[in-house]
């Protein structure tokens, strides 16, 4: 029998079910599975999970123009660390990503500095070129709310062709549905302020809203879903999927965080928090993405009013959700579909899955070793995070095309990530 040049063998997720198996990868792709296969490099896992890596369809790392906060490199060695192999970066960076020369800049930028496989969102405003954008860029990015950036559209009216033109492109369009002409401006003190400003229906709103203009024109992807109202509007919608962040199933503006919680859509009360825990546990929503949005101790420690939105999260997102799946109260088909299958087959990349064809991707779980969160153990350039001191489960080891990239937390494989469409035609 042939040899392959790499065999990773272990507990492995294949088609919905764990079995112990060997997979066999040449030249980054998985070319064989099997009970037993030679290898020129053989990396055994006995008694561990082997899963697809995820892919988070929601990260800002800031380059270019806010690399204070983060940047390819932090970004995407903290991604690395937490299992995810490939990013989708949004376009509310300076300059924004709204036309070829900056999305090509920053193309650049991540080509130099990226551990991970990643894709560039391209910024829909009046006037946006989606036709050149379209083939270089992973998806197009509205912002119905005011949010961290410049690239509010408060009005969809104003952006009626580049809905179609994107329609026809076959491209997803993800939205931030806030409706900004509900939000209130007043002076914000804490978490219930920012929450009364940017009520439950501003998201409801905003979502019958896309759906009403462009539903029938374009994919819709309704990014970080954070309302109980919000469930029955993206559910069975024809051509729409959708999203939910870890902060709006895990915190709650009961958290104590200050302006280290204030994140757009803001953290709700318990009972929405807990009915996108329970969403999860019931089949709702395609993706889980981090929204991963570093801001600086500095930043966040200002007045509440002044402090940004966001919060950081690639790195913590798998680890917590394989906590849950540890404790038995999610999944691990659940947890794989979200993180790993569904956002790469809705962006149309060959991640995700354990499968002949597709990248050797995979992160490796010793699910008997719990972690503590601490600050001062992740990769991100911020600093922080909202989930110190929880529980998580860390990958024990993580592959990129095959390579090892990541070992005990540390990173062990050279940079080599690259724009998952180069290539793609
Ligand atoms: C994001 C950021 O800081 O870029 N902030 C946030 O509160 N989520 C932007 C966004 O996704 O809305
Ligand atoms: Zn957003
Ligand atoms: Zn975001
Ligand atoms: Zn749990």
Redesign the pocket.
């Known amino acids: 029998m042939k040899s392959m040049e790499v065999v990773i063998e272990g507990n492995c997720y294949i088609s919905g079910r764990l079995e112990r198996c060997c997979i066999g990868i040449d030249g980054g792709k998985i070319t064989a599975i099997a009970k037993d296969l030679d290898g020129e490099k053989v990396h055994s896992f006995d008694g561990k999970l082997v899963l697809p890596a995820a892919v988070d369809a929601h990260v800002?790392f800031r380059d270019p123009g806010f690399t204070q906060k983060e940047d390819f490199s932090t970004g995407s060695l903290s991604a690395l660390c937490g299992g995810v192999t490939c990013v989708f970066d949004?376009p509310?960076t300076r300059p924004a990503t709204i036309n070829l020369a900056s999305l090509r800049d920053k193309k650049k930028i991540a080509s130099s500095k990226s551990l991970v496989d990643f894709g560039l969102f391209a910024g829909v405003k009046p006037g946006t070129n989606v036709a050149s954008l379209s083939k270089e860029a992973i998806g197009f990015k509205l912002?119905l709310g005011s949010?961290?950036?410049e690239l509010l559209v408060p009005d969809i009216a104003s952006i009626k062709k580049e809905i179609s033109d994107i329609g026809a492109s076959g491209k997803i369009l993800a939205v931030?549905a806030e409706d900004e002409g509900m939000r209130n401006k007043d002076v914000e003190k804490n978490l219930d302020d920012h929450l009364r400003n940017r009520s439950n229906s501003l998201e409801t709103s905003a979502i019958k809203k896309i759906i009403r203009n462009a539903g029938k024109d374009c994919k819709l992807h309704i990014?970080?879903v954070s309302t109980r109202d919000s469930l029955s509007l993206v559910t069975g919608v024809p051509n729409l999927t959708s999203e939910v962040a870890p902060h709006h199933f895990l915190l709650d503006r009961s958290g104590n965080l200050g302006a280290f919680g204030k994140?757009?859509p803001p953290l709700r009360k318990r009972e929405d928090r807990q009915a996108m825990f329970q969403a999860l546990k019931d089949g709702a929503f395609d993706v889980i993405a981090s929204?991963h949005?570093p801001?600086t101790i500095e930043e966040k420690e200002e007045d509440f009013d002044y402090a940004?939105?966001?919060v950081p999260g690639v790195e913590t997102m798998v680890p917590l959700v394989m906590q849950h799946v540890r404790d038995k109260h999610l999944e691990l088909s659940g947890a794989i579909r979200r993180l790993c299958e569904r956002p790469a087959e809705i962006f149309g990349v060959p991640k995700g899955r354990i499968a002949v064809g597709y990248d050797a991707d995979l992160m490796i779980f010793d699910m008997a070793k719990i972690s503590i969160i601490k600050a001062d153990a992740l990769h991100s350039k911020c600093g922080w995070t909202p989930y110190e001191g929880m529980n998580a489960v860390f990958p024990k080891a993580v592959f990129l095309r095959g390579r090892l990239m990541v070992e005990d937390g540390s990173q062990v494989g050279e940079r080599m990530g690259r724009d998952v469409l180069a290539g793609q035609v």
């Open positions: 800002h949004m509310n912002y949010t961290t950036g931030h990014c970080h994140v757009n929204d949005a801001h940004p939105s966001g």
